[in-house]
C-alpha cells in the first residue's frame, strides 16, 4: 500500500489569507500527527490524533490553527489568517494504533507566508 | 513538553570517519527512538530503545541508552555518504512525541 501522502507539497499564500492542508495516512492506521518544521530545526508537535476521540491539541500554538479528521481516515489542518512565521514544512505522521512508536511520516507540505 | 537535547547541532566529517549524536533529558525516559531525515526528505524511523543500557545495532549504526535512560547516544562507524542527513531522537509520552533539534551530518567523500 502506499505511505503516507499529503497536498498540496508546496503552498504560497499571502499573510492573512486562509490555508487547507490535507494528509491521507496509510490505511488502517488510527493514530495521526501534526507537526510543524521550521527550517533547519526539529519537529514540533502540533495534534493527535486517536480513532474517533476527541483529539489532543495540546501543540497547537494559537487559535488560528485548528485540524479535523474525517471518519477515522484524512485530516486536515487549517491556518487561519496565516502570518509569515507560519512559514514552515508542515509534516503529518500516521501509526498503526497509538502504542505504537514508529511513525510514517508524509513527505509534508512546503508553506511559505509572504 | 518534555524536552530532550540533542547535541551537537552540526557534524562535519570526511568520508571513513566515525560519528556520534547525543541526546540528553534532564528527566528519566520511558523510551527514546531516533530517525533520519535525508536533505528534502522527511524523517524515516530508525529504531527504539526502552530498557535501561540498551544497545542495538544495524550495520554500522549502534544506539545506545544510558543506564539512567536519561540519555541515548547514536554511533555510526565509518561514515559514508550516504549517511548524510539530519538525525534525531524523540521520546514518547502518553501518545506524544517530542523531538530533539537534530544533528545535521555531513560527510564530504
Known amino acids: 500500500g502506499a505511505g503516507v501522502s499529503q497536498s498540496p507539497s508546496n503552498k504560497v499564500t499571502e499573510k492573512g489569507k486562509d490555508v487547507e492542508l490535507r494528509c491521507d495516512p496509510i490505511s488502517g492506521h488510527t493514530a495521526l500527527y501534526w507537526y510543524r518544521q521550521s527550517l533547519g530545526q526539529g519537529l514540533e508537535f502540533l495534534i493527535y490524533?486517536?480513532?474517533?476521540?476527541?483529539?489532543?491539541k495540546s501543540g497547537l500554538p494559537s487559535d488560528r490553527f485548528s485540524a479535523e479528521r474525517t471518519g477515522g481516515s484524512v485530516s486536515t489542518l487549517t491556518i487561519q489568517r496565516t502570518q509569515q512565521e507560519d512559514s514552515a514544512v508542515y509534516l503529518c505522521?500516521?501509526?498503526?494504533?497509538?502504542?505504537?512508536?514508529?511513525?510514517?511520516f508524509g513527505p509534508g507540505t512546503r508553506l511559505t507566508v509572504l | 513538553g518534555q524536552q530532550v537535547m540533542q547535541i551537537p547541532q552540526y557534524q562535519h566529517v570526511q568520508e571513513g570517519e566515525d560519528f556520534t549524536t547525543y541526546c540528553n533529558s534532564s528527566?528519566?525516559?520511558?523510551?527514546i527512538q531516533w530517525y533520519k531525515q535525508r536533505p528534502g526528505g522527511h524523517p524515516v524511523f530508525l529504531i527504539q530503545?526502552?530498557?535501561?543500557?540498551e544497545v542495538k545495532k544495524q550495520k554500522r549504526l549502534t544506539f545506545q541508552f544510558g543506564e539512567a535512560k536519561k540519555n541515548s547516544s547514536l554511533h555510526i562507524t565509518a561514515t559514508q555518504t550516504t549517511d548524510v542527513g539530519t538525525y534525531f531522537c524523540?521520546?514518547?509520552?502518553?501518545?506524544?512525541?517530542?523531538f530533539g533539534s537534530g544533528t545535521k551530518l555531513n560527510v564530504k567523500p
Open positions: 528527566t528519566t525516559l520511558s523510551n
Open positions: 505522521a500516521s501509526t498503526e494504533t497509538s502504542g505504537r512508536v514508529e511513525q510514517f
Open positions: 490524533f486517536q480513532g474517533n476521540s476527541a483529539p489532543d
Open positions: 524523540a521520546q514518547e509520552n502518553f501518545n506524544k512525541f517530542y
Open positions: 530503545l526502552v530498557k535501561s543500557g
